[in-house]
């Protein structure tokens, strides 16, 4: 098994070499996981840089002392996928932000479709994007990525508009597509957006607003998946098709 990541705002060791990792984040090290000297752990920022480290010891029940070694910044992979996530009932959400990080998603947009029961509006939305955030930070950590995927702020059918105009390869996932997602043709470099309806799929005018800015509508497969896997099921075969998974 790889070595644990924790999340770290820097990487300062004041130019002796140890760092000391505290807050929640030590806390988690020393009492959850019980780290001890020798053991090797991963430092990273979440948004590319990261550094290898070997516990040397614990001070109290929230403090690991890490001997640090070169700090690395991880290139971004390319092609980038994004995907569009209608917003899903329950805790379904973050199931879906969970499995897309645990495959590879780069970046994940939250869509208040108009067939959504949900909707995010105030505090609650607020308290949900918030939710989404930390899952993506949290299974991030979980798969050992040291750059975890952003989650946009919520975006109406004309947001998601705008972020498909700007894509290489712009995919719908909807019942009326006529060519398989499995045999599209995909750009080996710039931006893969894809989108996930809610249950009760993509409105007419919706799939229509994304056709005309270069969308097009394919197929999965043959089941109907909900919304929570949908989005997984597709990052992972594009992923594997534009060879991130080689």
Sequence with gaps: MTAPVFVVDDFDTGGTGRYVLGGPEGRHA?????????????????AGRWAPGEVEGAEGKDRLIVRLGEVVEEPAETPRLTVVQALPKGDRGELAVETMTE??????????????????????????????????????????????PEVADAATSEGVASVLAEAEFAAVLHESGTEPLASAPLPGTGDIVLVVGPEGGVSPEELELFESVGARAYRLGKSVLRTSTAGTAAAALLLGRTGRWS
């Design 30 to 46: 020393v009492a959850v996981k019980r780290l001890r000297a020798g053991e090797e752990v991963v430092l990273t920022d979440g």
């Design 103 to 148: 495959v590879g998603v780069d970046a994940i947009v939250p869509w208040a479709a108009s067939r959504c029961i949900t909707q995010w509006k105030g505090e609650r939305g607020a308290k949900s994007l918030a939710k989404w955030r930390a899952t993506a930070r949290e299974a991030g950590k979980q798969s050992r990525r040291v750059r975890f």
